[in-house]
């Protein structure tokens, strides 16, 4: 089993709708969880940080966390073109180490 | 202010070369980290500074590869000598405390 792991995609939305996700982790005592968005060619840019669970809110983008669940998503309202990238959760474990997903490729269709 | 930022961009060297590489973190940081990713596989960690000390370096492939931190600045990784599975494209990021922001990495091919 990965440590992080995350479906590759790609998920291919419309404009305008929602955009959801989906994270799982291994390590128990992750205390930290983290959502970088990287275009192509582009290093990983950080986007959201979430540490407790449920629900944070940035924007058109909410984090939500269920630690017992060991899940971290990331919702994007109102989707845009510009929101095509990839999506990678990284997860800050117990021996904090900071351990990538492979990354969701997001298609948002005009 | 500035980001991290990395030189060079790319760098394409032969196999049995030597490369070396800069990370420039964000002023104030303390925290310097070396990732890589290979192409179609996740970023991997190599390793972490604190200031000039190496926290952890249990990431680093082999004795090819040593990075240094001199003065707790700016990071240099050189590869010695490079194969060509050291290909790929290696990011820097640095954090004061969990967030992390990474540089526009270095894309490295040997060939």
């Known amino acids: 089993q990965k440590e992080v792991e995350q479906n590759s995609g790609p998920l291919s939305v419309p404009e305008g709708a929602i955009a959801s996700l989906n994270c799982t982790y291994s390590?128990?005592?992750?205390?930290?969880f983290f959502w970088y968005r990287q275009y192509s060619g582009k290093s990983p840019e950080l986007i959201m940080s979430?540490?407790?669970?449920g629900d944070k809110e940035d924007g058109r983008f909410t984090a939500q966390l269920n630690k017992a669940s060991q899940y971290v998503s990331l919702l994007i309202r109102d989707s845009q073109p510009s929101d095509s990238a990839t999506y990678l959760c990284?997860?800050?474990?117990?021996?904090?180490?900071?351990?990538f997903g492979a990354g969701t490729r997001l298609f948002v269709k005009a | 202010e500035a980001g991290v930022t990395q030189f060079p961009s790319h760098s394409v060297i032969e196999k049995g070369q030597t490369v070396t590489l800069r990370c420039d973190p964000i002023?104030?940081?303390?925290?310097l980290y070396w990732y890589r990713r290979v192409m179609g596989k996740e970023i991997k960690f190599l390793l972490h500074?604190?200031?000039?000390?190496?926290?952890?370096e249990s990431g680093m492939p082999n004795n090819r590869f040593l990075a240094e931190r001199t003065g707790g600045t700016y990071s240099t990784l050189k590869v010695q000598p490079a194969e060509l599975e050291d290909s790929g494209v290696y990011f820097c990021?640095?954090?004061?405390?969990?967030?992390?922001?990474f540089g526009p990495g270095t894309r490295l091919t040997v060939l």
């Open positions: 990021a640095s954090s004061q405390f969990s967030d992390k922001y």
């Open positions: 390590d128990r005592v992750s205390q930290s």
């Open positions: 979430i540490y407790s669970n």
């Open positions: 990284a997860v800050l474990t117990g021996g904090f180490k900071t351990i």
């Open positions: 002023s104030g940081h303390d925290n």
């Open positions: 500074f604190v200031k000039e000390s190496k926290q952890d």
